[in-house]
């Protein structure tokens, strides 16, 4: 499984930005749970969102709630992550994660 992620970028406070994730080799997402993950300079990591096979259940984490969305297209093979009004505390490196499977992330930094 090889997860790639894109989408990361610079941008200015209040700005938004949306990560891709699929699978380089084709691994089939569907039916399985996706997530976001972010980890700044000297922090853990943390989750970010999670989204089920479905789309009918998306847990966010309370600092992103009202701010980011999570999406999943299964026939594309792609989980989204929809990140509006962005923080410079969003700065971090966005990791995708299905089963035991990450990326190697994508940096997002927010200026202030």
């Known amino acids: 499984v090889h997860l790639v992620e894109s989408g990361g970028g610079l941008v200015q406070s209040g700005g938004s930005l949306r990560l891709s994730c699929t699978s380089a080799?084709?691994?089939?997402?569907?039916?399985?749970?996706m997530g976001w993950f972010r980890q700044a300079l000297g922090k853990e990591r943390e989750q970010v969102a999670s989204i089920s096979p479905e789309s009918t259940t998306i847990d966010l984490a309370d600092s992103v709630k009202g701010r980011f969305t999570i999406s999943r297209d299964n026939d594309k093979n792609m989980v989204y992550l929809q990140m509006n009004s962005l923080k410079p505390e969003d700065t971090a490196l966005y990791y995708c994660?299905?089963?035991?499977?990450w990326g190697k992330g994508t940096l997002v930094t927010v200026l202030s």
């Open positions: 994660r299905v089963a035991n499977y």
């Open positions: 080799s084709g691994f089939p997402f569907r039916s399985l749970w």
